[in-house]
């Protein structure tokens, strides 16, 4: 199966910019979604798609992707960005549907 | 308002089974593709089964494919989790969450999810 590979920490002072990436061969055919996942909770849909946001995710939230990676950025991070993320996409390497996530990235808001 | 709520966890010995459920509200449960994520403690987030909305199509993570089995009732908006021959490596908790609208790539709508641990 694919495998997408993520950074397992990243930190990020109050109200700077974060990128979180993502690299793995699906992403070349695949876009890739984002969930932050707070300790004690399920995780939650914050990008998909080319760069979409879902109802309710602030728009300090954005995804990109460039060849076989993906990244999401955090613009103007705040203390409740503290978080897991995690990426996601189809898995291209097999010969049936199936989904394949990253490891996570645990941002720290300093 | 979209909710997913999971139950059936629990502690089960070594080669023991177990059947989660996962009751839909909220959206046209029979229209939405359905999913088994699990996470194991510390760890992170591994897909485990997928069903398509009339319950036609299935698929499997290779690591539970012949011990589990993936199912629907779309009269009750309710998905189930069969799982068998269960191992150590399968203590995790297990998630139900919803595809996007479309067929699509993403999962829209996670549960609560329940803890299975196996152990003797």
């Known amino acids: 199966s694919s495998e997408l590979t993520q950074d397992p920490a990243v930190s990020v002072a109050l109200g700077q910019t974060v990128r979180i990436t993502c690299q793995g061969d699906s992403l070349r055919s695949y876009y890739a979604s984002w969930y932050q996942q707070k300790p004690g909770q399920a995780p939650v849909l914050v990008i998909y798609?080319?760069?979409n946001r879902p109802s309710g995710i602030p728009d300090r939230f954005s995804g990109s992707s460039s060849g076989n990676t993906a990244s999401l950025t955090i613009t103007g991070a705040q203390a409740e960005d503290e978080a897991d993320y995690y990426c996601n996409s189809r898995d291209s390497s097999g010969n049936h549907l199936a989904w394949v996530f990253g490891g996570g990235t645990k941002l720290t808001v300093l | 308002e979209v909710q997913l709520v999971e139950s059936g966890g629990g502690l089960v010995q070594p080669g023991g089974s177990l059947r989660l459920s996962c009751a839909a509200s909220?959206?046209?449960?029979?229209?939405?593709?359905m999913n088994w994520v699990r996470q194991a403690p510390g760890k992170g987030l591994e897909w485990v089964s997928y069903?398509?909305?009339?319950?036609?199509?299935?698929y499997y993570a290779d690591s539970v494919k012949g011990r589990f089995t993936i199912s629907r009732d779309n009269a009750k908006n309710s998905l189930y989790l069969q799982m068998n021959s269960l191992r150590a490596e399968d203590t995790a908790v297990y998630y139900c969450?919803?595809?996007?609208?479309?067929?699509?790539?993403?999962?829209?709508?996670w549960g609560q999810g329940t803890l299975v641990t196996v152990s003797s």
């Open positions: 969450a919803r595809n996007g609208k479309g067929a699509a790539d993403y999962f829209d709508y």
């Open positions: 798609g080319k760069n």
């Open positions: 909220g959206f046209t449960f029979s229209s939405y593709e």
């Open positions: 069903i398509s909305s009339s319950g036609s199509t299935i």
